[in-house]
């Protein structure tokens, strides 16, 4: 690729927990890398992804949400997401098709304040709301911040999603690509699979337990033959109650997290997978420096 022609650049995604972020990029790379699910705090680490066409390339960060902290964890995860806004070559803003702009919005445009980079204001879900209603959507935005562009969005249904990386390029500068034309992510594999086992988990379980687990992967192995990896991973929580829960009636519920995430990690793999899991106990590990530095939230200063 010739690079005198190509534009390249850091883009990062902002905004309220669970308003798409993680549905966005992976829909803009075309294969799954951030774990979705309907419950917040979904994303935990700052996730990078690489886009490439002709036009040149996009490095995605994907954040944290921008939230309130109750725990060190919570600290780590909106640490991360503001750092962020100060790396990077354009800002996307995602929030929810809303006339109301509440507190959590106001922070954000709070923090938007000081930066210097150009701000895109993507409104996701409007698949959601009726089309008359999002004009009214994007002048209650406008009047909190000055935009380069507003963009209504489904990340789910992949509407409009293309005027998202076309206007991302419009801002980016000219210069060398920073990674392969074929890398897709800088996350190992193995801290993939372990997101996706607790994508599942988020998935089956109950509110209150999600926020509280961690998983990692214990050992990763490729036969000989090459026809099937072996995985053992340990999914980790904070309470005896909580570690029955996530085991269930005779372990149907761990095999159900189990057979969910061995599916997606053999579709990533492209081999056949045999997974097992364990459960352990680690009582507010969310609070514990050594316990979030085990789990890879490494801090970023």
Known sequence: MDNSNTKSGFVTLIGR????KSTLMNRIIGQKIAITSHKPQTTRNRIQTVYTDDRGQIIFLDTPGIHKAKNKLGEYMVNVAEQTLKEVDVILWLVEPTSFIGGGERHIAEQLGRVSVPVILVINKVDTVKKEEILAFIDS???????????PVSALKGTNVDDVTDTIFKYLTYGPL?????????????????ELIREKALKCLDDEIPHG???YIDSMKER?????TDIDATIVCERESHKGIIIGKQGAMLKKIG???RYEIERMLEIKVNLKLW???RKEWRDSDVQLKNFGYKDLN
């Open 141 to 151: 935005y406008r009047k909190i911040y000055d935009f380069a562009e507003i963009i």
């Open 224 to 228: 000989k033959g090459g026809k099937i």
């Open 213 to 215: 687990i961690a998983v």
């Open 259 to 261: 057979s969910a995430a």
């Open 178 to 194: 920073f990674y392969d034309e074929d890398t897709v992510t800088d996350q190992p594999v193995r801290q993939i699979a372990a």
């Open 17 to 20: 927990p669970n308003v798409g």
């Open 279 to 281: 459960v352990k106990v």
